[in-house]
């Protein structure tokens, strides 16, 4: 079993930034492909982006390229989400998950481990 937490999560205005942050435990971190996800109200749980364990491959939705990045450092077990250029529809809870290692999946049900969620709030 792996244990993701996230963090970072926030109060931000439209066009400033955020990094989350999500902490791993359990299995080895560099096992696992691993990805954001986000739920915002009232709507289903979409892909964010995705790195694979080696961090040589990422992917992104369409809707967040080009301002989000993500990363990861496996010494200390950890896997980032960098937050540029928000936008009010960016306003979500942001979920990590880990999957197995593999190319950059995009469904949710390609994941085994999940966290419990950080908010983040863009306001215009």
């Known amino acids: 079993q792996v244990q993701l937490v996230e963090s970072g999560g926030g109060l931000v205005q439209a066009g400033g930034s955020l990094r989350l942050s999500c902490a791993a435990s359990g299995r080895t971190f560099s096992s696992y492909n691993m990805a954001w996800f986000r739920q915002a109200p009232r709507k289903e749980r979409e892909f964010v982006g995705a790195?694979?364990?080696?961090?040589?491959?990422?992917g992104y939705a369409d809707s967040v390229k080009g301002r989000f990045t993500i990363s990861r450092d496996n010494a200390k077990n950890t896997v980032y989400l960098q937050m540029n250029s928000l936008k009010p529809e960016d306003t979500a809870v942001y979920y990590c998950?880990?999957?197995?290692?593999?190319?950059?999946?995009?469904?949710?049900?390609?994941?085994?481990?999940w966290g419990q969620g950080t908010q983040v709030t863009v306001s215009s």
């Open positions: 998950a880990a999957g197995p290692r593999s190319y950059i999946r995009r469904e949710q049900t390609e994941y085994d481990y």
């Open positions: 790195i694979t364990w080696s961090a040589i491959s990422t």
